[in-house]
């Protein structure tokens, strides 16, 4: 394979049989800095995006996206237009599940594309750079974990971005098809029913905080005034923080096109990704406070560090996310203790 840098035009003709492009972007440096990344498109890659209106990109990391892949081109299919889809590798350590997608793509009648970062980005940068790989006036951002939900899935968005001006569109998440079940995981599928997927007519209410990038449409132009903020590392919060920016000037509209979320997570590995969201929770805090100081996990987390309880409430907190023999509703009690205990350490004393 032969590496390339990120550009916005190819410099060889169409590659032939997966080989990848030479792309050089004369803009990154606005938005982010060069990646150095591999390219590869189908044939129908280079004819079938002229005209197209909405382009689904896709960002992965060490997973296996062949069903979605599958999923998506059938939805694109049932459309009747051509909707092309941009898979980009955010640096793998592991080329094995791109060999294995690599030939659902090449013979796709839908237009696709595969990138394969050298390094890992993150949440911000890599979604930053998909909006420089997609050509069309909208973008479809759906997580690697996420599971459309309805066949017209792809045709609703069409819908609503032909019945007249959009910004960005939330469909929304839910839990109705999940796969991995049992005790294991069963607490996390109840907290993303009762605290996540929620109906647009509640989450209209508070358009920035109830806004995920795991499932959005945005205007092209936009997320290009509006890139994430690359200062965001790792887990967590970069998506409100870009929510509350693009609110001010555009209309976040929330509207009911699920998907699910199937990543679903141990009480174990839930609290290891709390452990990594602490940066990005005092880095919300500093550059937007309206979207957190009104909820409760800011509030009990200021009562825990008044308290100086941090420690003791972690512990305590672990024990009970953690106790198969506890009620789900304590359990997830323990992990909005854990996240509060977490946090604890970087809202001040002197905040209010």
């Known amino acids: 394979m032969v590496s390339g840098v990120f550009v916005a035009e190819p410099t060889t003709d169409q590659p032939v049989d997966g080989a990848p492009a030479m792309y050089v972007d004369q803009s990154a440096s606005t938005v982010t800095v060069k990646l150095a990344a591999e390219y590869f498109h189908n044939v129908a890659w280079k004819t079938a995006t002229e005209g197209s209106l909405l382009s689904v990109v896709i960002p992965f990391f060490n997973s296996d996206v062949r069903p979605l892949a599958a999923r998506l081109i059938a939805l694109s299919t049932k459309a009747g237009v051509a909707v092309p889809l941009i898979f980009v590798d955010d640096g793998s350590p592991t080329q094995e599940f791109n060999r294995q997608l690599w030939p659902i793509l090449q013979s796709s009648h839908s237009p696709c594309?595969?990138?394969?970062?050298?390094?890992?980005?993150?949440r911000a940068k890599v979604r930053n750079f998909l909006s420089k790989l997609?050509?069309?006036?909208?973008?479809?951002?759906?997580?690697?974990?996420?599971?459309?939900?309805?066949?017209?899935?792809?045709?609703?968005?069409?819908?609503?971005?032909r019945d007249g001006h959009v910004d960005v569109i939330y469909g929304g998440r839910s839990a109705r098809k999940v796969v991995l079940t049992g005790v294991d995981h069963e607490l996390h599928r109840l907290m993303t029913v009762r605290r996540e997927a929620l109906p647009a007519s509640v989450r209209r209410h508070s358009p920035a905080y109830h806004f995920y990038s795991c499932n959005f449409v945005v205007r092209r132009e936009l997320l290009a005034d509006f890139p994430l903020n690359e200062d965001f590392k790792g887990w967590g919060w970069e998506d409100c923080e870009w929510a509350a920016r693009v609110a001010e000037r555009c209309t976040i509209r929330h509207e009911d096109n699920t998907a699910s979320h199937l990543g679903l997570l141990t009480a174990s590995q839930l609290m290891m990704k709390y452990d990594e969201s602490v940066a990005n929770f005092a880095l919300v805090l500093r550059l937007r406070p309206?979207?957190?100081?009104?909820?409760a996990l800011f509030r009990v987390?200021?009562?825990?560090?008044?308290?100086?309880?941090?420690?003791?409430?972690?512990?305590?907190?672990?024990?009970?996310?953690?106790?198969?023999?506890?009620?789900?509703?304590t359990r997830m009690r323990g992990l909005m203790f854990y996240k509060a205990a977490l946090y604890a350490k970087v809202v001040g004393n002197d905040a209010h």
């Open 113 to 122: 594309q595969l990138a394969v970062l050298q390094r890992n980005a993150g």
């Open 301 to 329: 987390a200021r009562l825990i560090r008044l308290a100086g309880l941090a420690g003791a409430v972690r512990v305590a907190a672990r024990w009970m996310a953690e106790s198969e023999a506890l009620p789900f509703s």
């Open 290 to 295: 309206e979207l957190v100081k009104d909820t």
């Open 134 to 161: 997609a050509t069309t006036p909208y973008l479809l951002y759906l997580d690697a974990d996420m599971w459309p939900d309805e066949e017209d899935f792809l045709q609703r968005y069409l819908d609503w971005i």
